[in-house]
């Protein structure tokens, strides 16, 4: 039997040993016989022992090698043993798998063969750096699979030697972070698209701004188109009734007076004379109030404001109103406070005309005007004891062309009382009112002194 190198240098030596130191026939006595004999049976039971205990190790080492080679083939993560060429000394099943193809294809095949064009520079400069530092960083490829699909990969590694002929070489993990990848992919694209979101969330917001204004704007656009036409309207009626009215009294009165001038009936005129008076007035006033709303519908009504004495500025009102008074009817005025007021003489005028002429208008007694003019704010009370506003009706006061239901009989436009808050706000103030039916009304006024805030 063949004895391997180390059992076989032993043999020789020992050989040696016994040529150096032979033994005399007359030294073996049968008691050293027997000795030997017992010697050379205990050596050969521990030889027996050791080559049992050789066996079994060699048993562990070979299980111990195939649990290595399960552990290093079938590991999750492909494993390679590069050299400092790039070549392929060994690789385990997983990385074939990966790679698809054989191992046996692969052994002794340069890495790169597999590696994207334009990537094989990259990963030997990083080899030849591994093998300077010790250490492969981790880095990326794609790699290129034998059926032409390719994968991410991450590889890392260290560089060791092999102790029996001392070259080099670079264990390498290889990982597919294909779908690792993929995620940051789909997780880049779910961010973008969750920007894009917002952005068409802002802008439908943007958008809903914008209608909603627009929508506003042309409700206003219609909501003022329908009040024009509802002015229209309302002209229209009043212009064929209030408007005829004094027309008629008119080219009436003219004709009965030039009836009495042929007749030589001169004592008949002043009668037609006042009637003409009175429906020129009235044609005035119905002209007035629609130039008026005109003027405050437009804005450019402005409020210059002066100091003046309200003594005479109502004695100048009162004789303007002495013509529209009936029979027995009187103004009363009172006054409290300081007597020099500063306010805008104009459309304070055009307030108490409008409410004065109501109150003579709808009441057969004297009408009630009081002014307190304290604390830098002048309160005006008009009060009359005539018919009185429906409860019904009183909601709508203000609002154009109004006119309630027991003033049908009376010739009006309906837009007094809606000028009259208008005016008062321009001004600054505010008004209200306390009316029962058959009762009478009073209106009371209250107007700083002070400028209005501009907004």
């Known amino acids: ?113 597999y590696l994207m064009i334009g990537d094989a520079n990259s990963f030997f400069l990083n080899l030849r750096r591994a093998f300077n530092t010790g250490i492969l960083e981790n880095i990326e490829f794609i790699i290129h699979r034998k059926d032409n699909t390719n994968f991410n990969a991450q590889l890392s590694g260290t560089v060791d030697t092999n102790p029996n002929d001392n070259n080099r070489f670079c264990r390498i993990a290889m990982q597919d972070i294909t779908e690792i990848r993929n995620m940051e992919i789909l ?67 003219v004709i009965l007076m030039e009836k009495f001038i042929n007749i030589g009936d001169y004592n008949k005129l002043d009668k037609y004379i006042q009637r003409i008076k009175l429906a020129t007035t009235n044609f005035t006033s119905i002209l007035d109030d629609f130039l008026s709303l005109e003027k405050l519908e437009k804005g450019i009504v402005r409020v210059k404001k002066e100091t003046f004495d309200m003594f005479e500025f109502i004695r100048l009102l009162t004789e303007e109103m002495d013509s529209i008074l009936k029979p027995e009817q009187q103004i009363l005025y009172s006054h409290e406070g300081n007597p020099s007021t500063f306010q805008n003489q104009k459309i304070l005028h055009n307030i108490l005309v409008n409410l004065l002429t109501n109150a003579i208008k709808y009441s057969e007694t004297d009408v009630i005007l009081n002014t307190i003019n304290n604390n830098g704010e002048l309160n005006i009370f008009v009060k009359d004891k005539g018919i009185g506003i429906p409860q019904e009706d009183q909601k709508n006061l203000f609002k154009r062309f109004f006119r309630a239901e027991n003033v049908r009989d009376f010739q009006g436009t309906g837009l007094g009382l809606s000028i009259v808050k208008r005016y008062v706000e321009l001004l600054g103030g505010s008004i209200e009112y306390v009316s029962a039916l058959n009762k009478g009304s009073t209106f009371k006024i209250q107007l700083p002194e002070r400028n209005p805030p501009l907004f």
């Open 187 to 253: 997780q880049v694209r779910q961010e973008d698209l969750e920007k894009e979101n917002i952005k068409i969330e802002k802008y439908n917001l943007e958008l809903e701004k914008v209608v909603l204004e627009r929508t506003k704007e042309l409700s206003e656009a219609l909501e003022s188109e329908k009040d024009i036409n509802d002015m229209k309207s309302a002209f229209i009626s009043i212009a064929s009734h209030e408007l005829r009215t004094p027309v008629t009294i008119i080219m009436s009165s």
């Open 1 to 113: 039997m063949a004895l391997n190198p180390v059992n076989k240098a032993l043999r020789q030596k020992a050989e040696a040993e016994v040529k150096s130191t032979p033994l005399s026939p007359l030294d073996l006595t049968m008691d050293k016989v027997k000795s030997l004999v017992h010697e050379l049976e205990v050596h050969q039971v521990e030889l027996e022992m050791q080559n049992q205990e050789l066996r079994e190790t060699q048993q562990l080492l070979e299980k111990s090698r195939d649990e290595y080679s399960d552990l290093f083939d079938f590991a999750p993560v492909g494993y390679l043993i590069i050299d400092e060429k790039g070549t392929i000394a060994n690789i385990n099943l997983t990385a074939c798998h990966m790679l698809g193809v054989d191992r046996l294809q692969l052994k002794g095949k340069p890495f790169s063969a």
